[in-house]
């Protein structure tokens, strides 16, 4: 038996590597989204800063480790094999939940989901206490059969829950006040006002992060004595006023001495800070319970009693946590960050929410984002008429922004570094103190929340963008709700099913945790490989018409494949081919439309005096749109009408479809040749063939009809063969107009 447990505590520590993994892959987004988005640096000196921070801060997460121990239930009434269980529980339904909001792009709560988990599995295994006789207890001398009130702690978890949802509230509106009175005061122009103000702001913001961070963190520190924390205590005020003069005074002398940027500064310190904060915050979320499970072994090993008799009272004490069990998990954590995929996926979803520019958005619009917008508007307006006039232009310029023609689009931050600035600050200062409260509050809500009240404040969040951004932000909190509900479900059924189950029930779970990591990680890394092989950027460079080229002919060749393995697909009745096709279909549209989407910053590219090219170039991306939704009429019919069984077509229409295939394959050969050449000499020869194969399709089209008349053709045969015909027809015709189109372009911008 003594050995079943140490395999078992051995098994809590392999999940809690897989944890950190995948919870720093979930969690990079808040520390590195604010200085990556504004591009303070390159990406391998903002992840080495965040590293240290990381390293740094791990250290100071003692205190929070006390959460997983006692801050949700009370240990005292469980047994040692019940809270073996309920750890194991909490632990494989942790891993398995941020690994699949890792794969879907969205940003979670770490902790969030380890206190429902750990909420979860302590009433589930409440529930399997108080379903037999029930357990008492002495209460003032007085026999008490416990309640499921009683193995919960309530109060404890009522205040983190409350903390939890407060900090949304909170981040998103001092965020937003924050950054609009630094807007106020820098202006997007911020060179011209930075060099007055900058050292002031930045030893105000530097000393922030010091106080919170250093002044109000140091006491959990696993290596601080007694003695420091009291001396830090008593001199404290003494602490801020030396490191306020000090960081005023080298960034001061860093503005005069050199032309280093020091928002680029304090972002870097903010970085570092926010990576301190979200390592002593966060630890406890991915091994503060293999711990309290390595706790309640050592607390058992010692015993006589039966692990179904030992009552885990041991574990309501202060303890200190080993260094080097921190500072292992913290090195665990710095090689994810520079290694992870699935940390970039997540990063992209914040980033592209807070944005300062408009373009392609990743979420649709949605009433609430709709009726939120027009009530903005209603309420600026009556802002507007109230406010006098000249305050309103001396505010409206502070927030003019200027483009910097020297860089290109693809190359621009995201947002400025005042922005980033303000995120960073008032993220670590947020998170550092509910660190010091022992409240673990969720640096994801934080910094997520800060990031969108900044951008609201900055104006990112235009007409053009607002019910997009809105939506967006609303599905990130509807996933939020999801991970505490699913959480404290999963965490239920597992503790429960394990509990009853036994040995049997335990190695399912674990079998299972494993086939699903290594299928999410299958899965995930076919992705990326799929997004990177057909990922469609902005022709922004000065060989636009090369680009464009290049993208046509791909595209063409692609369009013509799909097109002949459909036809295979239908006269086979191959419904796996079909089912492909119809997928690869989905990539090429999802590709020309966002082609067209970026058409406004493609023709902001073009010379001033461009016009006919530019309208030539929209006519190419307009046909080519029009082609793949032409594709998408043939495959989807094909794939439906076989998967639903339907009697296959038949031979005539085979030989006739085939026929068609051949054709249009010849043709589009000859298209490409034309476009990779720039032979456009040949363009009446190919109206020639496409006057053919138009006849051809006419000719099929009768030879239905006939069918029809006949009998010898049923109703959903004839709508998919005429509906096949009919398409084949448009896709034709707007393959010639694209040529055309692209003739004209490459004439015009030659010229």
């Known amino acids: 038996m003594e050995t079943f ?45 965040a590293s240290l921070g990381i390293l740094i801060g791990a250290t100071f997460s003692n205190g929070m480790m006390e959460v997983a121990r006692k801050g949700i239930f009370h240990p005292e009434f469980f047994h040692f ?82 903390g939890i949802l407060l900090s949304v509230v909170v981040a998103f509106t001092v965020g937003s006040l924050i950054q609009y009175f630094t807007r106020i005061i820098f ?69 005069w001495l050199s032309k280093i940027n020091i928002f680029k500064i304090i972002v870097l310190v903010g970085t570092f800070a926010l990576a301190l904060a979200f390592a002593g915050n966060d630890l406890v979320n991915f091994i503060g319970v293999p711990l309290a499970g390595l706790k309640a072994f050592e607390l058992h090993q010692v015993s006589d009693l039966l692990p179904s008799q030992h009552l885990m009272d041991g574990l309501t004490g202060k303890t200190q946590t080993n260094t ?79 483009r910097n023609s020297t860089i290109k689009a693809k190359e621009e931050p995201m947002f400025d570094l005042v922005r980033a600035s303000v995120n960073l600050t008032v993220a670590s200062i947020l998170i550092a103190f509910g660190t010091s409260q022992k409240l673990p509050l969720s640096t994801t809500y934080v910094t997520f ?51 009853v189950g036994g040995k049997i029930a335990i190695g399912i779970m674990i079998f299972l945790a494993a086939f699903l990591l290594f299928r999410s990680h299958v899965y995930n890394k076919k992705r990326i490989e799929k997004q990177n092989g057909k990922k469609t950027d902005v022709l922004v460079d000065s060989n636009i018409m090369d680009k464009c080229t290049s993208k046509v002919k791909v595209t063409l060749e692609h369009i013509i494949d799909i097109y002949g393995r459909t036809v295979i697909g239908l006269t086979e009745e191959d419904r796996k081919e079909l089912k492909r096709v119809k997928e690869d279909v989905y990539t090429l549209n999802m590709e020309a439309k966002a082609l067209k989407d970026n058409v406004y910053y493609t ?14 170039y929209v006519q190419v991306i307009d046909y080519l749109r029009e082609i793949a939704h032409s594709l998408g009429f043939v495959t989807t019919p094909s794939y439906t009408y076989i998967d639903n069984n339907h009697k296959g077509l038949t031979q005539a229409q085979k030989e006739e479809l085939l026929n068609i295939k051949a054709i249009m394959t010849n043709l589009f050969e000859e298209v490409t040749s034309i476009i990779n050449k720039n032979d456009f000499a040949k363009v009446p020869l190919l109206i020639e063939k496409q006057q053919e194969l138009l006849q051809e399709l006419n000719q099929n089209r009768k030879n239905q009809i006939k069918r029809i008349k006949k009998e010898e053709a049923g109703t959903r045969n004839s709508i998919l063969y005429l509906g096949i015909i009919n398409e084949t027809k448009n896709l034709l015709l707007q393959t010639i107009n694209l040529v055309k189109a692209q003739r004209d372009f490459i004439k015009h911008h030659k010229e």
């Open 81 to 162: 094999n019940e809270i073996i269980i309920l750890f194991l529980a909490v632990m494989i339904t942790d891993v398995l939940l941020l690994d699949l909001f890792n794969t879907l792009g969205l940003p979670t709560s770490t902790t969030v989901s380890i206190v429902f988990e750990l909420l979860g599995a302590a009433v589930g295994l409440a529930i399997i206490k108080m379903s037999g006789d029930g357990e008492t207890m002495i209460v003032n001398g007085v026999e008490k059969v416990l309640e499921i009130g009683d193995y919960i702690n309530t109060a404890k978890a009522l205040a983190i829950i409350s």
């Open 324 to 402: 080097y069990y921190l500072i292992i998990a913290g090195l665990v954590m710095v090689i994810t960050l520079w290694l992870s995929k699935k940390a970039r996926t997540v990063t992209e979803t914040e980033l592209n929410l807070s944005r300062q520019d408009e373009g392609s958005e990743r979420f649709g619009s949605s009433i609430f984002a709709r009726i939120m917008v027009r009530h903005s508007i209603n309420i600026n307006n009556n802002f507007k008429k109230v406010v006098p006039d000249k305050v309103l232009n001396s505010i409206e310029r502070r927030f003019e922004k200027q």
């Open 603 to 616: 023709l902001k590219q073009f010379h001033e005096d461009s016009f006919e090219t530019g309208q030539y």
């Open 187 to 255: 202006s997007f122009n911020y060179q011209r006002t930075y060099k007055y103000f900058g050292a002031i702001w930045g030893g105000l913001a530097i000393t922030a992060i010091t106080y919170f961070i250093l002044i109000k963190g140091a006491k959990e520190a696993s290596f601080m004595t007694k003695e420091s924390v009291d001396w830090i205590k008593n001199n404290t005020l003494l602490i801020i006023a030396i490191s306020f003069a000090i960081w005023a005074v080298i960034l001061q002398l860093i503005m």
């Open 449 to 499: 929340m800060v990031a969108m009240g900044t951008s609201l404040a900055d104006r990112a969040w235009g007409r053009e963008s607002a019910v997009y951004r809105i939506t967006g932000v609303m599905t990130v909190i509807g996933g939020w709700f999801f991970t505490a509900f699913s959480a404290f479900t999963a965490a239920l059924l597992v503790a429960i099913f394990m509990f």
């Open 5 to 49: 447990y140490v395999i078992l505590v051995g098994i809590l520590f392999f999940l809690a590597i897989s944890d950190l993994i995948v919870g720093v892959s979930n969690d990079a987004v808040n520390f590195l989204n604010s200085a990556l988005g504004s591009k303070a640096a390159p990406r391998y000196i903002i992840l080495t800063i």
